[in-house]
C-alpha cells in the first residue's frame, strides 16, 4: 500500500522509548490543546492587572502624602499666625503699663524698662522654637506679673506659687500668658486693686495650672472679647490633642480656670 504525501503526515509520529518498542505519539490532528494557546493571553492580562494595580496603589499613597504634608504645612501656618497675634497682644499691654506709670511721673519707669527689655529678649531669640525650657516659660510669666504690679496701686493679693521640678522640661512658648493677661485685665477695678492667684504644679511631666481672679465691672466689648482666649483654646487643640484638659468655672464675682497639660505630648 502506498501513501500519499498528506496521507503520511496525517499518520502516529513514534516515539522513541530506548530499548523498549517504539510506541506512537497521540495525535492532536496538527493544532495544539486549547490551554497551550491560551497562555499567552492570560499571561498579558495577569500582567496587565497587576499593573493596573500597583499604579493605583501609588497613586493613592501619593495623594495621602500630599494631604499629609497639605495638612502639615497648614496648621504650620496656623499656628505661626496665632502665635503673632500673641506677640503684639502682649506688647500692647506692657507699653500701656509703662506709659501708666511715666503719666504718673513714677520713679519705677527704668524698672519697668528693664523688665519689658528682657522680655522682649526671651520673645525674639526663644520663641520661634518649637518648645522652650518650662523654666524660661515661668520666668518671663514671673516678669510680667512683676510689670503688672509696677503700675497697681493695690498688689496684695497677687500670688504665684510654684512648686515641682522645672529642669529639662519643654512648653510650647507663650501658651500661658493669655490666662495671665485676661486675670489682670479682669481681675483689676477702676482703683487699681487687683485680685489675682496662681498656683502652678508639675509632676514629672505633667503640669497643673490653676489661676483665680475676682469679676470686676467691666464693658466687655463684643467684637474683641475672648479673642485671646479662643486664640489660647485653638493652640491647645493643634499642639496637646488629647494631651490637655482645660476647665473654666465662672460665678458673679470669680472667674477661675484650671488645665491640666501633659508636657512630653506635644505635637510636632
Known sequence: MTYT?????????????????????????????IIFRLLPAVFYIFILACSIVIKTLSEIYTSQQNKLVAESHRTSAELNYLRKQTNPHFLFNALNSIYSLAYKKSDLVPDAIVTLSEMM????????NKSVFLEKELN?????????????????????????????????????????????????DYKGVTYVKIKIIIEGNTLDFWIENRIENHIKDPENSGI???????????????AHKLTIIETNDKYSLHLNLKLDQIKE
Open 121 to 128: 529678649r526671651y520673645m525674639l531669640y526663644e520663641t520661634d
Open 5 to 33: 504525501i498528506s496521507e503520511f503526515r496525517e499518520m502516529p509520529r513514534p516515539i522513541n522509548t530506548g530499548n523498549k518498542p517504539m510506541r506512537l505519539a497521540p495525535h492532536f490532528g496538527g493544532k495544539r490543546p
Open 140 to 188: 518671663y510669666i514671673q516678669n510680667y506679673i512683676e510689670l503688672q504690679k509696677l503700675r497697681l496701686s493695690n498688689i496684695e493679693n497677687i500670688f504665684i506659687n510654684i512648686h515641682g521640678d522645672t529642669k529639662n522640661k519643654h512648653i510650647e512658648p507663650l501658651l500661658l500668658i493669655t490666662f495671665v493677661e485676661n486675670a489682670f485685665k479682669y481681675g483689676t
Open 228 to 242: 485671646g482666649m479662643t486664640n489660647m483654646e485653638n493652640r491647645l487643640n493643634l499642639l496637646y490633642p488629647n
